[in-house]
């Protein structure tokens, strides 16, 4: 197994990104949040999880070791791959998760494009005791569901990493923002506000 991956980022896109390591580019697919701290011509060290199936290998890069741990456990639920855990992460940090899992939070958890209500009751039964304990020490922090609009600072920090200007990120988060609607994709919407800044 690959642990983690220490180099350059090579390259930067929507959903992946290239960290050179030794001379050798590897491929890593990443959330917009681990994304957005990437820069080109800069040192990273992602952590990493390998998925190896008959006819490929893909290799997840996180944001940190939390965020690569709760990848892996989520896909120990019945009907979890690693492309919906992936999109899981992508919509919630994992204390968000474990808030959600641990209070039976289905309505939260079928935010996530691809969770219906009967395999968000699954996750929640499957992992509730296995995910984790709820963040502790201070004010509570607020889940991903609760008031504002989180998918605004993901999809910012998205804009601000692939090299455009916070004052342009902000544009572009509002003209993007009619089509968030109920279930934000956080992913679309940043193609789509990057497709916005390309037309400007």
Known sequence: ????????????????AVVEVGGVGLA?????HTISTLRVGEPAVLPTSLVVREDSLTLFGFLDED???CFELLQTASGVGPKLAQAMLAVFRPDDLRVAV???D?????????IGQKGAQRIILELKDRIGVLPTGGPQRQSVAGAGAPW???VHQG????????????QAVELVAPEAGDVPDVAALLRAALQALRKG
């Open 28 to 32: 890593l697919q990443c959330t917009p």
């Open 106 to 114: 289905v309505k939260t958890l079928t935010k996530v494009p691809g």
């Open 152 to 154: 605004r600072d993901q």
């Open 67 to 69: 965020e690569r741990q």
């Open 159 to 170: 804009l601000v990493g692939l090299g455009w200007s916070a004052k342009e990120a902000e």
């Open 1 to 16: 197994m690959i642990a983690f991956v220490r180099g350059t980022v090579a390259a930067v896109g929507l959903n992946d």
């Open 102 to 104: 641990a209070g039976d």
